[in-house]
């Protein structure tokens, strides 16, 4: 009965620290800002798709058109949990 228990619970922890890695994650540049839903469009430059991410409202008066950037999104939604502004736009 101990062994099983230990089987188990050694399959609980090794799912709970590989769920990360299945966060879906958009890359590319800023397409455009809409400051009004807290949002912006990430295209994807290879393929060309976009992909209209909500981000926290701070993040949308330091972001630029053109910026190129990292967003980790919550799972199941187009809300950004992480945000990382790789490449910034000059003007």
């Known amino acids: 009965m101990n062994k099983l ?7 609980v ?4 620290l590989s ?8 890359q590319g540049f800023i397409e455009s800002i809409d400051s009004s ?3 912006v469009l990430i295209k994807d430059p290879l393929s060309g798709a976009g992909k209209t991410v909500h981000v926290h409202p701070k993040v ?16 199941g939604s187009d809300h950004a949990d ?8 000059k003007k």
């Open 5 to 11: 228990r230990v089987l188990f619970l050694s399959s």
């Open 60 to 75: 949308i008066s330091e972001v630029k058109k053109g910026s190129v950037v990292k967003a980790t999104l919550k799972s």
């Open 82 to 89: 992480t945000f990382e502004v790789l490449v910034t736009r």
């Open 37 to 39: 839903n807290n949002s």
């Open 13 to 16: 922890l090794a799912l709970g």
């Open 19 to 26: 769920l990360p890695c299945f966060a879906d994650q958009v």
